[in-house]
T-cell receptor
Framework: DIVMTQSPDSLAVSLGERATINCKSS????????????LAWYQQKPGQPPKLLIY???TRESGVPDRFSGSGSGTDFTLTISSLQAEDAAVYYC?????????FGQGTKLEIK | QLQLQESGPGLVKPSETLSLTCTVS??????????WGWIRQSPGKGLEWIGA???????YYNPSLESRVTMSVDKSKNQFSLKLTSVTASDTAVYFC??????????????????WGRGTLITVS
């Protein structure tokens, strides 16, 4: 099984500042079949389902603001929010889909300082 | 606009079978592009993928739950369903249905989840 570990567990960032969330997989999620990283990011607000932000590690889902970006390859990935807005307060999850039995990170809670 | 809506009993007794249905609107469950499936979320285990199915009836299950899970589809109603047998308190969670999007690798699908239902809380007690 591929284990996904996020860091930090929580962080507080001021409005307009940059927020960075890390995700590490226990094995590489870069697949040789298409040279893509099988990694997605989600945002979840209280009482709501997760919302897809990023897939293929760096492709933004339609309608997602461009202040959200994903980077990384192999086993180490980063979600960056370039200029934090109030509505970005949420829990963020990474997910690997390298294996058919996919798995999620434990989540990172992002608060506004 | 695609919408998914879970329906189920809310409360299930230990050792009994949990049954949930997801109704899809604004899109066809018979699409050749997508899989459809279930994910649950509990405080103790976080987000856990349960399983996925294609409109042909082909299914893929999480190995940790495979012995207790059955998924089925009713194309006439644009619905798909989940049954989880022999439930215990550890199966208490919010259950989400979700559309699975992705790619086939070595003839097996790998997917992320681009549309979710609002979720339904299932308590085993």
């Amino acid at each position: 099984d591929i284990v996904m570990t996020q860091s930090p567990d929580s962080l507080a960032v001021s409005l307009g500042e940059r927020a960075t969330i890390n995700c590490k997989s226990s094995q590489s999620v870069l697949h040789s079949s298409n040279n893509k990283n099988f990694l997605a990011w989600y945002q979840q607000k209280p009482g709501q389902p997760p919302k897809l932000l990023i897939y293929w590690a760096s492709t933004r889902e339609s309608g997602v603001p461009d202040r959200f970006s994903g980077s990384g390859s192999g086993t180490d990935f980063t979600l960056t929010i370039s200029s934090l807005q109030a509505e970005d307060a949420a829990v963020y999850y990474c997910q690997q889909y390298y294996s058919t039995s996919c798995s999620f990170g434990q989540g990172t809670k992002l608060e506004i300082k | 606009q695609l919408q998914l809506q879970e329906s189920g009993p809310g409360l299930v007794k230990p050792s009994e079978t949990l049954s949930l249905t997801c109704t899809v609107s604004g899109g066809s469950i018979s699409s050749n592009t997508y899989y459809w499936g279930w994910i649950r979320q509990s405080p103790g285990k976080g987000l856990e993928w349960i399983g996925a199915m294609y409109h042909t009836g082909k299914t893929y299950y999480n190995p940790s739950l495979e012995s207790r899970v059955t998924m089925s589809v009713d194309k006439s109603k644009n619905q798909f369903s989940l049954k989880l047998t022999s439930v215990t308190a550890s199966d208490t969670a919010v259950y989400f249905c979700a559309r699975h999007t992705g790619i086939a690798v070595a003839r097996t699908p790998r997917y992320y989840f681009d549309s979710w239902g609002r979720g339904t809380l299932i308590t085993v007690s």
